[in-house]
């Protein structure tokens, strides 16, 4: 294999050599512009799930973004005609992160729709809870159904509260 130490960097997500190596203007002019054996240029390697050895980010779709924010990196600082590039299975860099990243994007969109039922649960229960304090009142009433705590400004700080939790 044809390999720099660009390509290493890229493959396997090192982020700070490749900012090291990308402020080397005279060396990485030249990386950057290099081919593989497999006609692979540097967004193929980005494409390649492989070697995600990088991955910083908890959960598949901040995994995911964080893949597509890193493809884009190299996009920005690889010359323009290498994006379209076809490699020797006949494919663009772009194709081939979406087939290899393709199981990726199913186990995110299950992710994203398993977070947003729990979220969607907790809002309820905070919703009941708001609900019920909003129609029960501090320290109760008494015979007449005057609030024993009216005068106090606990009992308005809680009022105002409340109004402002219902109204959000």
């Known amino acids: 294999m044809n390999r720099n130490i660009l390509d290493v960097a890229v493959m396997y997500r090192q982020k700070k050599i490749f900012d090291f190596v990308k402020q080397q203007e005279i060396p990485f002019a030249r990386l950057r512009r290099v ?3 497999s006609s692979n240029s540097l967004l193929h ?11 910083t980010k ?6 995911l973004q964080e893949e597509l924010q890193w493809f884009e990196v190299v996009q920005e600082v690889i010359p323009d005609h290498y994006v379209p590039l076809l490699n020797d299975d006949g494919k663009t860099a772009r194709e081939c992160f979406e087939i290899s990243h393709k199981e ?9 729709k398993e977070t947003s039922q729990s979220c969607s649960t907790v809002a309820a229960l905070v919703a009941t809870v708001v609900f019920a304090a909003a129609y029960t009142v501090p320290g109760g009433s008494d015979e007449n159904g005057k609030p024993n705590f009216i005068n106090s400004p606990y009992f308005l700080i809680f009022t105002v509260s409340d109004v402002v939790s219902l109204a959000s």
């Open 35 to 37: 081919v593989d054996n």
């Open 45 to 55: 390697h980005v494409a390649d799930v492989n070697q995600n050895s990088g991955v």
């Open 58 to 63: 908890p959960g598949p779709a901040l995994q």
């Open 104 to 112: 990726q994007l199913k186990k995110a969109q299950k992710w994203i």
